[in-house]
């Protein structure tokens, strides 16, 4: 996976792919703040100004665009998208550094 950038730039549209993109993977954290800042109640023009680094008084249609395809983007991945990530494998865990099973019950 890409090495994920704290802030990447964001271009004026997300994907608009059926499948998972390198951006998508690149953009991920800028997908969850999204959906964080909706879930908090924040309105388009705060969200393209705290998570896309857009002003949307000085581009307010470049703002909402990108804004509005992000977020879609991002319920895309939520509902599709995550299905395509690169599965974590069971065999993660060594004997050395093994998860510790459950007890059982005694008798």
């Given at each position: 996976?890409?090495?994920?950038?704290?802030?990447?730039p964001?271009?004026?549209?997300a994907?608009?792919s059926a499948s998972l993109?390198?951006?998508d993977k690149?953009?991920?954290?800028?997908?969850?703040?999204l959906?964080?800042?909706?879930a908090?109640?924040a309105?388009?023009?705060e969200?393209?100004?705290?998570?896309l680094?857009?002003?949307?008084?000085?581009e307010?249609a470049?703002a909402?665009?990108a804004?509005?395809?992000?977020l879609s983007?991002?319920?895309w991945?939520?509902?599709?998208?995550y299905?395509?990530?690169?599965q974590?494998?069971?065999?993660i865990?060594?004997?050395?550094?093994a998860?510790?099973?459950?007890r059982q019950p005694r008798p």
């Open positions: 996976m890409p090495r994920q950038i704290r802030n990447p964001v271009a004026n549209e994907p608009n993109t390198n951006y690149e953009h991920a954290t800028v997908y969850v703040r959906l964080d800042a909706e908090d109640g309105d388009w023009m969200a393209s100004l705290t998570v680094r857009i002003d949307p008084v000085r307010p470049r909402r665009r804004c509005e395809s992000h983007r991002a319920k991945m939520t509902e599709n998208g299905l395509q990530l690169p974590v494998s069971p065999r865990f060594t004997s050395k550094n998860a510790p099973s459950p």
